[in-house]
């Protein structure tokens, strides 16, 4: 999603991210017997506040799939299925809250153009 309103780009980057991460979260824990699987994870949200720190930097932030380190399992997969739910719950309320704050800011941009 691509916008050069102010705020709405950061937001829409937010949802791309998180429907990402949802996707990784599901492809972890659909491996979650398969002997040797390394958990992945998502980078972004230390790129974003290293990005919205520095006031020369308007490029986007990018989400990157990266393995995450673990304790590992006699077979050599690392990933947790209690901690793949949590960070599903997490992911899910994120999405939620920055789908909200879109609707808010897209409907106070309308009424805006309306005159309202």
Same mark, same amino acid.
Request: zero cysteines; hydrophobic letters at 40%; a neutral charge.
């Given at each position: 999603?691509?916008?050069?309103?102010?705020?709405? %780009?950061? *937001? =829409?980057?937010? +949802?791309?991210?998180?429907?990402?991460?949802?996707? !990784?979260?599901?492809?972890? #824990?659909?491996?979650?017997?398969?002997?040797?699987?390394?958990?992945?994870?998502?980078?972004?949200? %230390?790129? *974003? =506040?290293?990005? +919205?720190?520095?006031?020369?930097?308007?490029?986007? !932030?990018?989400?990157?799939? #990266?393995?995450?380190?673990?304790?590992?399992?006699?077979?050599?997969?690392?990933?947790?299925?209690?901690?793949?739910?949590?960070?599903?719950?997490?992911?899910?309320?994120?999405?939620?809250?920055?789908?909200?704050?879109?609707?808010?800011?897209?409907?106070?941009?309308?009424?805006?153009?309306?005159?309202?």
């Amino acid at each position: 999603m691509e916008t050069n309103l102010p705020g709405l %780009s950061t *937001l =829409a980057q937010v +949802l791309d991210t998180s429907a990402l991460r949802h996707r !990784v979260i599901a492809q972890n #824990v659909a491996n979650v017997n398969t002997p040797g699987y390394r958990r992945q994870t998502v980078a972004f949200e %230390s790129d *974003l =506040a290293r990005a +919205l720190a520095s006031p020369t930097s308007d490029a986007p !932030v990018r989400s990157r799939i #990266v393995t995450a380190d673990g304790p590992e399992r006699a077979d050599g997969n690392t990933v947790d299925i209690d901690r793949e739910m949590n960070d599903m719950t997490k992911n899910a309320l994120l999405y939620q809250a920055a789908t909200q704050i879109m609707a808010s800011r897209v409907a106070s941009l309308r009424a805006a153009i309306a005159g309202r």
